[in-house]
T-cell receptor, first 115, second 113 residues
Framework: AQKITQTQPGMFVQEKEAVTLDCTYDTSDPSYGLFWYKQPSSGEMIFLIY??????QNATEGRYSLNFQKARKSANLVISASQLGDSAMYFCAMREGPGNTPLVFGKGTRLSVIA | KAGVTQTPRYLIKTRGQQVTLSCSPISGHRSVSWYQQTPGQGLQFLFEYFSETQRNKGNFPGRFSGRQFSNSRSEMNVSTLELGDSALYLCASSLGDSGNTIYFGEGSWLTVV
């Protein structure tokens, strides 16, 4: 079974609008961390935001926020005030357990911002 | 603060050859992980090194190997290259604990012809 599911292969958003990228995860471990990365066409994976399973509040980093719904096992990324430079692939990833376990990635969502 | 540095950025190899990729982590980071990214399989974990020891390993054949030096720099090697090894190889750097400090480099684009 897929541990990370990103159901939107591609999305379009108008410049200056907000957009939500979906991510659901599957784990039975009570301790886990959820990550979002941005990958432009250059290939670099750029860290955006992190949410720990025990964090009480939703994570925010500038224009990025994470809508963490633990009971539904979802960790959606919200980008506010989209910019043309936000056009890229976005990956949701999870690390299970308390140790330094590997990241498991979803298949990604390609976001295109339209002027 | 310097980020994660991967070299070379692009390379083309012939089937049967071997290749070595290098990764210099962020200063102070002791863990280096390698991932392979292909259009078909997505991002897959190769292995992780911490303090010169392989701590985790993914499901890849023995042709894929790695090592870490005392300064935390890491290399990965792929021997007897196959066409299917064509991929973006990404290196991730972290402190080595279970926190949220995982940063990636720009990757090495490998094409096998």
């Amino acid at each position: 079974a897929q541990k990370i599911t990103q159901t939107q292969p591609g999305m379009f958003v108008q410049e200056k609008e907000a957009v939500t990228l979906d991510c659901t995860y599957d784990t039975s471990d009570p301790s886990y961390g959820l990550f979002w990365y941005k990958q432009p066409s250059s290939g670099e994976m750029i860290f955006l935001i992190y949410q720990g399973s025990y964090d009480q509040q939703n994570a925010t980093e500038g224009r990025y926020s994470l809508n963490f719904q633990k009971a539904r096992k979802s960790a959606n990324l919200v980008i506010s005030a989209s910019q043309l430079g936000d056009s890229a692939m976005y990956f949701c990833a999870m690390r299970e357990g308390p140790g330094n376990t590997p990241l498991v990635f979803g298949k990604g969502t390609r976001l295109s911002v339209i002027a | 603060k310097a980020g994660v540095t991967q070299t070379p950025r692009y390379l083309i190899k012939t089937r049967g050859q071997q290749v070595t990729l290098s990764c210099s982590p962020i200063s102070g980071h002791r863990s280096v992980s390698w991932y392979q990214q292909t259009p078909g399989q997505g991002l897959q974990f190769l292995f992780e090194y911490f303090s010169e020891t392989q701590r985790n390993k993914g499901n890849f054949p023995g042709r894929f190997s790695g090592r870490q030096f005392s300064n935390s720099r890491s290399e990965m090697n792929v021997s007897t290259l196959e066409l299917g090894d064509s991929a973006l190889y990404l290196c991730a750097s972290s402190l080595g604990d279970s926190g949220n400090t995982i940063y990636f480099g720009e990757g090495s684009w490998l094409t096998v012809v």
